[in-house]
């Protein structure tokens, strides 16, 4: 599990933190006003892991009951 890249930045005038985990980049108000939870991200990785999994498994029987009724009723 990697540590989130932070980084100060700009934008529309307003001083944020730039937090990168993964493919996904989240703006902080530096006053750090939103609450970010760094252990958790085990957590949400599994959960995309898991999210992921089932959509290959629905997708994969969705196509086995399609191929089998166009089998039954050609």
């Not at 980084?7 to 006003?33: R, S």
């Not at 991200?41 to 629905?58: E, G, H, L, P, Y």
Request: overall charge positive; aromatic content about 10%; charged content about 30%.
């Amino acid at each position: 599990m990697a540590t989130p890249d932070v980084k100060d930045v700009t934008y529309n005038g307003v001083d944020y933190q730039l937090l990168t985990e993964g493919k996904a980049n989240i703006l902080f108000p530096k006053n750090n006003e939103v609450f970010y939870n760094p252990v958790q991200q085990f957590n949400r990785d599994m959960s995309i892991a898991a999210i992921k999994t089932w959509r290959d498994v629905m997708k994969d029987e969705v196509k086995a009951r399609w191929d089998k009724k166009l089998k039954k009723n050609p």
